[in-house]
């Protein structure tokens, strides 16, 4: 079975530009995070959507947008582009159920986004 | 919310020899404790978890510990192996839907052959 796919796995964007990282999860998982990990730092929670509905917030400035399709496909938006939004994106999916999440997260291999 | 401080930063150690990497949680209400190990141009993979109704848990060369009380949990590698230098990282969740996961700061470690 595929686990977590992103793409596209880098890129590079100048300042005030945006971009789009897209995550597939695994097959039959229904709820889909977003992670930023800066070099030399553990992953930062910014996003988790579950059922296509966001459920989970963290501490992110509102250039920063995510999506989940029926398919449980996901986007995350960043606008606006600084030069310290450059990090490597994480997706992760997970098998949440209605009452309590299992706790387990799958992560891709990740979006190295550079920007200069 | 939730701070989650790891120890140490990096760790080198001699094939065979035993890792611990320590952590510590500030928020009593988290309930869920993985540990992923990160290779070089990779996502970070579950190795291990533990949840707060359990003191402790083993998967062949590797086991978590959780105190409760202290509110810390470690990570013992024991017979290291090269193929388990990588880097570590520690997290603390409230579990349940839209509940995050507070990641540690990571710990490189280096078996020497």
């Known amino acids: 079975d595929a686990g977590v796919t992103q793409s596209p ?13 897209r995550c597939s999860p695994i ?5 889909v995070s977003w992670y930023q990990q800066v070099l030399g730092q553990g992953p930062q929670f910014i996003f988790q959507y579950y059922e296509k509905e966001e459920r989970g917030r ?7 947008s995510a999506r989940q399709f029926p398919n449980y496909s996901s986007e995350l938006n960043v606008n606006a582009l600084l030069l310290g939004d450059s990090a490597l994106y994480l997706c992760a999916s997970s098998l949440e159920g209605e009452r309590e ?9 990740g979006s190295r986004l550079t920007v200069l | 919310g939730e701070n989650v401080e790891q120890h140490p930063s990096t760790l ?23 540990w992923y190990k990160q290779e070089l141009g990779k996502g970070p993979q579950l190795i291990i978890d533990i949840r707060s109704n ?38 603390a969740s409230l579990g349940g839907t839209g509940n995050q996961f507070y990641f540690g ?5 280096t078996v020497i052959p």
């Open chain 1, 9 to 21: 796995t880098h890129l590079i964007k100048t300042r005030g530009q945006h971009v789009t990282l």
């Open chain 1, 58 to 64: 963290g501490n992110f400035p509102d250039r920063f």
């Open chain 1, 101 to 109: 999440g299992t706790g387990e997260l799958f992560f891709g291999e």
């Open chain 2, 12 to 34: 080198s150690v001699q094939e065979g020899d035993s890792a611990v990497i320590k952590c510590t949680y500030s928020d009593s209400a988290s309930n869920y404790f993985p």
């Open chain 1, 27 to 31: 097959s039959g998982h229904k709820s």
């Open chain 2, 54 to 91: 359990v003191g402790e848990k083993k998967d062949q060369r590797i086991a978590v510990t959780l105190n409760k009380t202290a509110k810390h949990f470690s990570l013992h590698i024991t017979e290291t192996q090269p193929e388990d230098s990588a880097v570590y990282f520690c997290a």
């Open chain 2, 105 to 109: 700061t990571g710990t490189s470690l």
